[in-house]
């Protein structure tokens, strides 16, 4: 009888990645965080993302077999979905934490998956480059609040498109890639310090596969001050939702308004009336406000070209949706668009309808009366 070895997948998903996000937490590292988060109304989404991934797997149903953790670390996901699965680890509590990814990762390896697949942020990344073997080939789905690793997909279809290429036989090489992490309590304090901790084998497609986020400060000033003075002579009597990033930090500082980095602040007749604030509070102001009324200020993160979805949660569909893809001023400095090589721009808001409404052309601010128009496409 000839025997046909169906593909084995390892799943490991960290429930609670990313529900700081939504409520300006920065984060979601460490117990008191996730409680605190889950008091101000955050929902965890982790579990939505994997789901978005392997929905675009049933129908290679019958060549796949997951070897995953009980529950809402994996075994929700795929039996909700009708795979065929095992269960190789049981967290003994409902609040997982980092030493059970690690105990995860460690016993699904004794079953010798084809690739290990996991989702979270650079936390979650961290703890499975703890526990996991040098060989063993890793994909990350991202679902955190902070990705600066290399390990992850650009996008959880992204994701399954390099899973799908691998079990119909494709060929797929493979390279090792970064692990970052920033210092979270820094993130809280608007500093950005990231740290690599090692690497990890992951497949190597480019198109799927983020870039290492670039950290490095931003060295053209005279450029950051143009972009500023533009800024400044289009907003009159508008209100402007400050987003993150430390372009847009430089040019609130030469506008002389204080700046949350890695937040979402909110500025009115040259004033900031509010810092850090939430995705319910951001949708509040939102709507009490006359349409046309409200820009968005945006920047683009170095090396990645995401525009929306990494690090600014706080930007949901909803709100996205109120203020209205031709309210946005997207900023950034010639160098930094060359930086991604021509490759688009990326929206990953978490709602597929409205990042292909969004896709398409875009004007980007890159000095003083001068702009420049680029591609940003949903990231499929």
Do not use: C
Not at 244 to 259: C, K, Q, V
Not at 304 to 316: A, E
């Amino acid at each position: 009888m000839q025997y046909s070895r169906r593909f084995s997948i390892g799943l490991v998903i960290n429930p609670f990645a990313g529900i700081g996000g939504a409520v300006a937490l920065k984060g979601s590292d460490g117990e008191h965080t996730r409680q605190t988060a889950l008091a101000l109304g955050a929902t965890p989404k982790a579990n939505h993302r994997v789901t978005t991934a392997l929905q675009q797997l049933q129908y290679l149903a019958n060549q796949i077999h997951f070897v995953t953790a009980a529950g809402s670390m994996g075994a929700d996901a795929v039996a909700g979905l009708g795979f065929d699965y095992n269960i190789a680890y049981q967290p003994q509590a409902q609040q997982t934490e980092a030493t059970d990814t690690q105990a995860a990762i460690r016993a699904i390896q004794e079953h010798n998956p084809d690739v290990i697949v996991f989702a979270g942020g650079d936390g979650t990344a961290r703890d499975v480059y703890t526990a996991i073997k040098p060989e063993q080939l890793v994909l990350g789905i991202p679902a955190g609040v902070k990705i600066h690793s290399g390990v992850y997909s650009i996008s959880p279809k992204a994701a399954s498109r390099v899973l799908e290429n691998m079990i119909s036989g494709g060929l797929s090489s493979v390279r090792y890639a970064d692990v970052m992490d920033i210092d979270e309590d820094l993130f809280r304090q608007g500093t950005v310090k990231a740290k690599r901790f090692g690497e990890m084998l992951v497949p190597d497609e480019l198109q799927y596969i983020q870039a290492v986020k670039m950290g490095g400060k931003e060295s053209d000033e005279l450029v950051l001050a143009d972009i500023a003075a533009e800024v400044e002579e289009r907003l009159d009597d508008e209100h402007l939702i400050v987003g993150s990033g430390s372009t847009i930090n430089a040019i609130m500082e030469d506008m002389g308004l204080n700046n949350t980095l890695l937040g979402v602040d909110w500025v009115h007749d040259g004033d900031v009336l509010a810092q850090d604030l939430t995705e319910s509070e951001l949708y509040e102001r939102v709507k009490q406000v006359s349409s046309g009324q409200v820009k968005l200020l945006l920047t683009v993160i170095g090396g990645q070209g995401h525009v929306i979805g990494r690090g600014n949660q706080q930007l949901s569909p909803r709100v996205l949706d109120a203020v209205g893809r031709e309210n946005v001023w997207l900023v950034a400095t010639k160098s930094k668009l060359k930086g991604l090589e021509g490759r688009p721009l990326r929206i990953d808001s978490g709602d597929d309808a409205l990042d292909h409404a969004w896709s398409g052309m875009i004007s980007v601010i890159t000095g003083y009366h001068d702009e420049v128009v680029v591609r940003i496409e949903a990231v499929d």
